[in-house]
């Protein structure tokens, strides 16, 4: 969870929240389109590795890492909902074609209910 004492300086990340857009195919049917940027802050990023020891270990053999996303509170992110996804904004598609580092969101809190600050739980490595 966010700490009261999480502060501004300890945001050291930069990420971005995309949304899947739709489009229908020629039938009619709605399918999954390209993710599209739109919301890019400052966040902290830290690895989960407390908590259940049966769930970071099935984590770890599925190859997944969960992770603890804290940005500050405000109205663009209290629209991001659990079918987004984050991209590490620092990070660009290289010359190899390897993609940036991107965690697909599982829950969104407001741990102290202060409405400074969301924590998300985040995982690296599974499909949204």
């Not at 620092?90 to 407001?110: C, F, H, L, Y």
């Amino acid at each position: 969870m966010a700490q009261q004492m999480t502060q501004a300086g300890e945001l050291n990340r930069r990420v971005t929240f995309q949304q899947r857009q739709s489009t229908t195919d020629e039938f009619g049917n709605e399918i999954p389109g390209t993710w599209t940027d739109v919301y890019t802050c400052a966040a902290r990023l830290q690895p989960k590795f407390g908590g259940n020891a049966e769930s970071v270990v099935a984590s770890r053999l599925a190859s997944q890492q969960p992770y603890n996303l804290i940005v500050r509170n405000c109205v663009a992110t209290r629209a991001v909902r659990t079918d987004w996804r984050v991209k590490d904004a620092r990070q660009a598609e290289d010359a190899n074609g390897a993609s940036p580092r991107v965690w697909n969101i599982k829950t969104i809190v407001n741990p102290d209910e202060r409405n400074q600050w969301l924590e998300m739980l985040v995982v690296e490595g599974s499909s949204s």
